[in-house]
């Protein structure tokens, strides 16, 4: 471990969202990353168990209880028993940026060996603008070393603000059941030094384990839906934010870019088990996708919330022949955004009634 503690990148205008259901063991490896940053963790299942965290980090913790506490029944858009549980750290929060990471995720190297600071790339990320209009053959031209190439057209280079940073994994990948079956011992060891931009009207498959994402610019789109307990899908969570976003940052003129950070992802989830949870959306996704490609919206959706509402309406009227979950979906949506506000508006801090956890 390094010795000298980074310099921390925004650290009064970033929370650091975990969802668990477990002891935070994993946060001492992210001590020298973490430790000066503010903390948003979920704890999913069972209520009265108690999660440890380390000492000396600066958190909130939000159960089921605290959920349907501060929401009433606006809690039934909060997912039960899965990570999508997350997006109500997204919702809480008051900060301009959010970092999101799964529990089982560690510290990468880097192929010379130094530990990568996934945080602070991803906040370089978002900090710099894309390129969503015409694709730099050179990738991110805002990095130092590179610059655009010959070709590109001037009147593009100041770029798009920068809505989300997708970062990838080392060792398990991000594979669905079906491929986890016939790759049972495949691992990523390939260290891709690069970020990009996701073209303009490019869908992407978003994973939430190691995702930054700007609030202000998006926040109100990253909603994680129904999945879990009670739902006849899970494991869609994050790629159904993703699809939303996606539409809604093309229609507003912001950026995706997908790349660096690494994290190492140390634990292969029971593929069998991940193939009951994602055996709807293994048929489902072949009309979804389709659905999105195709989705555009009115030059009345100024805001995210307007997007997002109105692309509620779409999933329900064109979704909603495929499965009945869709009609709920889409209802769950509508709240979803209304809680947002309900939050987002008041004045009162949602942390208030809640005995201080930081370990000082």
Not at 79 to 85: E, L, P, R
Request: glycine share 6%.
């Amino acid at each position: 471990m390094s010795s000298s503690k980074p310099v921390p990148l925004l650290k009064d205008e970033l929370d650091i969202v975990i969802p668990t259901i477990r002891n935070l063991d994993f946060l001492e490896m992210w001590r020298p990353f973490f430790e000066q940053y503010h903390l948003i963790i979920v704890q999913d299942g069972d209520p009265s168990k108690v999660i440890k965290v380390p000492q000396g980090f600066d958190y909130e913790l939000y159960n089921r209880n605290d959920i349907n506490r501060i929401l009433g029944p606006k809690a039934s858009c909060i997912s039960f028993k899965d990570s999508a549980c997350r997006c109500f750290g997204y919702m809480v929060s008051k900060k301009k940026y959010i970092y999101t990471i799964d529990d089982d995720c560690f510290v990468a190297k880097d192929p010379s060996g130094h530990e990568i600071n996934a945080l602070e790339q991803h906040i370089k990320n978002l900090l710099n603008p894309s390129t969503p209009f015409f694709f730099n053959t050179l990738y991110d031209p805002y990095r130092e070393g590179a610059d655009f190439v010959r070709g590109y057209p001037f009147s593009l280079r100041e770029g798009a603000p920068t809505a989300v940073s997708h970062g990838l994994w080392l060792n398990i990948p991000d594979y669905d059941a079906p491929t986890q079956l016939v790759k049972p011992h495949e691992r990523n060891t390939r260290y891709v030094d690069a970020v990009m931009t996701i073209p303009k009207g490019t869908l992407f498959p978003m994973c939430g384990m190691n995702l930054a994402f700007n609030r202000e610019l998006i926040g109100p789109a990253m909603y994680f839906g129904l999945m879990g307990d009670g739902q006849p899908i899970g494991r869609y969570d994050d790629m159904w934010a993703g699809w939303c976003i996606k539409v809604i940052c093309d229609h507003l003129g912001f950026g995706v870019k997908t790349g660096l950070p690494y994290i190492w992802h140390s634990k292969a989830s029971n593929p069998f088990v991940n193939l009951k949870k994602e055996y709807k959306g293994i048929f489902w996704q072949e009309e979804i996708i389709p659905f999105f490609q195709a989705a555009t919206l009115s030059k009345d959706c100024t805001s995210v919330q307007k997007c997002y509402i109105e692309l509620s309406k779409q999933v329900k009227e064109k979704l909603g022949t495929i499965d009945p979950y869709f009609v709920k979906l889409a209802d769950a949506m509508v709240t979803w955004i209304e809680a947002w506000d309900e939050i987002n508006n008041s004045s009162e801090d949602t942390s208030s009634n809640k005995v201080s956890e930081a370990a000082k």
